[in-house]
Every structure is written in structure tokens, then in C-alpha cells.
């Protein structure tokens, strides 16, 4: 038996923040809260456990090693939001990691994707970026000399704590902005008193500004879809 009771080892799944995953648990008929940030269900048979780590490797890197310490996951993946730095990446569109790159060290990391046998979604590097890249210039200086397809802030962190146990490791995020937009909040404001990003300050810092208000508004819709997107593909595995 694991610790978490199940005569199967469930699979680790590490996101940022609540709203990534909102629909993906709205989804599930049976859901247990295991605390105040961590969850568990079953995806067509398959015990999940769920941990919300807030932004940052760092805090990632702590929720996946936390997981496998308390219920001995047969392995991790990183899920929830990402933007795109390929021009041909779409808002609402599914990247299905091949490999995280960690940009603060150049270090890669090899996915099995098939621990996520979704039938939708594109393949490629994701690059694990240590603060939010918001500016058109940036993205493409990104794409240029890294080659990904999208940019998050935590799977780096699910990615070397899977390294470190020596389990499988997995990444799918749906991406919320696109390459060819900036966007107008100073996220480097927003901070929160754990090195991650305060989702309150985030709406504070965007509505200081008309552009701030406009990509707020953005923002909230694109992040809509891409839950909804996150939730159907992995609903259907």
C-alpha cells in the first residue's frame, strides 16, 4: 500500500496556481481535499494526486518533492499555464513537453509524454524561464537561442525533483498569451512574500494603466480557455 492508501501508486501533478486547474476539477466526480492545496481523484482509472505550489521553480521543486515524500508517486508532471514564443503557437493550444529546458542553467530535461497519452496538442521544448517574459523583443530573443515552443516559471522545478528521485516526468501546459503580444503589467511588482507572484497584486499593477485594464481583461479570458482546454485533454486520456 501507498501512503496515500491506494494499492496503485498515483501520479504527482504539480500546477501553479487554482484557476489553472479550476476546470480540470470541476471535471471530477469525486474529488478529495488532501489539506488546503492539495487534492485527489482519478483520470479514466488512474489515481492522480494534485498539488498547487504557486509560481516559481522553486516552490515547484518543493510541492513535487512533498508529494513524494507523502504518497510515493509513480511519477510528476507539471501542468497548468505557459506563453508562447513560436509565432505558429496559439492562445488555447496544448504543448506536450519533449524536454524542459532550464534557462538559468542550460540544463535539459527528457519528458515521457507518455505518462499523458492525450490525443491532441503540439510537441517540443519548454523552456523554464525564472520570471514572467511579457515583452514581444523578449519572447523572440528567447525562441531565437533556446528553440521552444512556450515559456512557464515551474516545470524546471517538477523536472529536477523527478531527476533527483529518479522518477518519470511529464509537462503539459496550455498556453494563455502568444508571442507577437506584450503584455503591460510589471509582473517583477507583483511578487509575493514567497519569491512567487501574488495574484492580487497582479490585478492591482494591471489596473493602473488603460493597456494594464486591456490585458487584464485579455489575460482572464485567454486563462478561461486554456483551463477549459487543459481540462478536456486530460479527460480524455
Known sequence: ????????????????????????????????????HRFRFGLKGTPVVLAIAGAGAKNAHRAACDLNRNFSVAGLISIGFAG?????????????????IEEATGEHFPCQSGLLPIDSGRQGSLLCAAAVVNSVTEKRALERRWGALAVD????????????MGLPFAALKSITDVSDRSI??????????????????????????????????????????????????????
Open 84 to 100: 508562447g514564443l513560436r509565432e505558429s503557437v496559439g492562445a488555447g493550444e496544448l504543448v506536450l513537453a519533449e524536454e524542459v
Open 1 to 36: 500500500m501507498t501512503a496515500s492508501g491506494s494499492a496503485v501508486a498515483p501520479l504527482g501533478m504539480v500546477a501553479a496556481f487554482r484557476w489553472e486547474v479550476s476546470a480540470l476539477l470541476r471535471r471530477q466526480p469525486d474529488v478529495s481535499r488532501l489539506g488546503n
Open 184 to 237: 503591460a503589467i510589471d509582473f517583477q511588482r507583483c511578487q509575493s512574500d514567497d519569491g512567487g507572484l501574488s495574484s492580487w497584486k497582479i490585478v492591482r499593477e494591471g489596473m493602473a494603466s488603460p493597456r494594464g485594464i486591456r490585458d487584464l481583461w485579455r489575460l482572464a479570458g485567454s486563462s478561461r480557455r486554456a483551463a477549459g482546454r487543459l481540462a478536456v485533454a486530460l479527460c480524455s486520456v
Open 153 to 164: 516559471m515551474e516545470s524546471g522545478g517538477v523536472a529536477r525533483a523527478s531527476k533527483e
